[in-house]
Nanobody, 126 residues
Framework: QVQLAESGGGSVQAEEDLRLSCVVS????????MAWFRQVPGKEREAVAT????????YYADSAKGRFTISRDDPNYILYLQMNNLKPEDTATYYC???????????????????WGQGTQVTVSS
């Protein structure tokens, strides 16, 4: 059973926008910290954006600040990542991640998340 399902990736030109979605089928979505990570082949997975329970606190990688926005739709169990002004260096597989219920550790650390989606590919060409 797929518990986190990402969608919205694709191939775009530089300066275009994409919105990623992650439909979550875990219990108590609203009580979980959530995040988007990305990975390029041969490199470690890195946090792109994170959001707290309730959505009051967000963190962004320096490369994402000012261009990406993470948000959550708790009633519908969906996590979003709006990506504007995309650059070729944003090319990666993007993963949705969820924490244990009510347990939110270092938001930028991969080990803080216990559930992962299969990923969606984003390719940005110049």
């Amino acid at each position: 059973q797929v518990q986190l399902a990402e969608s919205g990736g694709g191939s775009v030109q530089a300066e275009e926008d994409l919105r990623l979605s992650c439909v979550v089928s875990l219990d108590n979505f609203s009580a979980r910290c959530m995040a988007w990570f990305r990975q390029v082949p041969g490199k470690e997975r890195e946090a792109v954006a994170t959001i707290s329970i309730g959505g009051d606190t967000t963190y962004y990688a320096d490369s994402a600040k000012g261009r990406f926005t993470i948000s959550r739709d708790d009633p519908n169990y969906i996590l979003y990542l709006q990506m504007n002004n995309l650059k070729p260096e944003d090319t990666a597989t993007y993963y949705c991640a969820a924490s244990w219920i009510g347990v939110c550790r270092d938001p930028l650390t991969e080990s803080s998340y216990n559930y992962w989606g299969q990923g969606t590919q984003v390719t940005v060409s110049s």
